[in-house]
């Protein structure tokens, strides 16, 4: 069953990057009961904007011997698209972890992404 349940996950993730279109790593910061959390997470965009991949976040404190990180919190993250348009898009996203090396958390999300098109104009003298 343990075979099988694996073979099942490689399959998965050969058909996600073969259909993808991008490769994201993008730095995260989030405000948690727990305190600050500071992590990446790595995926891959699909053409339909779906995302599947992986994320890593912890948080830390300064001691005197030097910064301790602590609550790490690591698993993947499936974004689905819920609404696009031109400068806005908003996601449904689910992240399911292991937090402490212990507990398993299934964190649902509303992520939105901001489009900014800075448009430069050649003065000429």
Do not use: C, D
């Not at 910061?29 to 339909?48: D, V």
């Not at 649902?108 to 430069?120: A, F, R, S, V």
């Amino acid at each position: 069953m343990k075979r099988l349940t694996l073979f099942f996950f490689e399959m998965l993730f050969f058909v996600v990057m073969a259909n993808s279109q991008h490769l994201l790593i993008a730095p995260t910061i989030e405000k948690t009961i727990a305190g600050n959390q500071y992590g990446s997470q790595l995926s891959f965009e699909t053409k339909g904007q779906w995302n599947v991949g992986g994320f890593y976040q912890t948080s830390w404190q300064q001691t005197t011997e030097g910064i301790k990180f602590i609550n790490p919190f690591y698993g993947i993250t499936i974004n689905a698209p819920l609404a696009k348009s031109e400068r806005i898009n908003f996601y449904v996203n689910v992240r399911a972890g292991v937090v402490n090396q212990h507990f398993l958390v299934v964190a649902p999300e509303l992520k939105t992404k901001l489009i900014i098109h800075l448009q430069m104009q050649a003065r000429t003298t």
